[in-house]
C-alpha cells in the first residue's frame, strides 16, 4: 500500500487474487506459475501507464508471484489509489483483467489424486494443456 499511498488520494482500491482449493469440481493441490519475464515485466508496465493515465491515479502497483502458490495464498496483488473511490475501483478491476489477458505469465493448475495438472493460460475460462505424467 505504501507504493501508491497520496496525500492526494481519496480512496486507495486493493485487490488479492488468491489460490483456491477448486477447480472446475477437481481439488486443487496448488497453483505454480510461469512467465517471461522480460516480456512480462514490459506488459504489466504498460498496462500501469494506460490504466494511471485513463482513470487519472495517483498510484499503481501490480505484484505477481511466479513459482508454486500453495491453497489460501495470493498470487496477485493490484493497488491503486485515485481522488475519488469510483476511478480507483474501475481502475483496480481493469488493471485485473488487462493482467490476466495480455500479461506473459502461465499457470499450472496442480489437481490431487492421478489427475496430474493443467497448464494454461493466466485468464479466465482459457482451455488448458493436459499435464502428463
Known amino acids: 500500500m505504501d507504493k501508491v499511498k497520496s496525500s492526494k488520494a481519496g480512496a486507495i482500491v486493493i ?14 493441490k496448488h497453483l505454480e506459475y510461469s512467465s517471461y519475464v522480460p516480456m512480462a515485466m514490459s506488459t504489466l508496465s504498460n498496462i500501469t501507464r494506460s490504466v494511471s493515465s485513463k482513470h487519472g491515479l495517483l498510484g499503481i ?63 479466465d475460462g482459457a482451455v488448458g494443456v493436459p499435464v502428463v505424467r
Open 15 to 28: 485487490f488479492a487474487g488468491t489460490t483456491r482449493d477448486n477447480f472446475d469440481g477437481k481439488v486443487v
Open 61 to 123: 502497483s501490480i505484484t505477481h508471484r511466479l513459482g508454486t502458490v500453495p491453497i489460501g495464498e495470493e498470487s496477485i496483488l493490484i493497488a491503486v489509489s485515485a481522488p475519488h473511490r469510483q476511478a480507483a475501483w474501475k481502475a483496480g478491476e481493469e488493471a485485473l483483467e488487462e493482467t490476466k489477458q495480455k500479461a506473459e505469465i502461465w499457470k499450472l493448475e496442480e489437481f490431487g489424486g492421478e489427475e496430474g495438472g493443467v497448464w494454461r493460460a493466466n485468464r
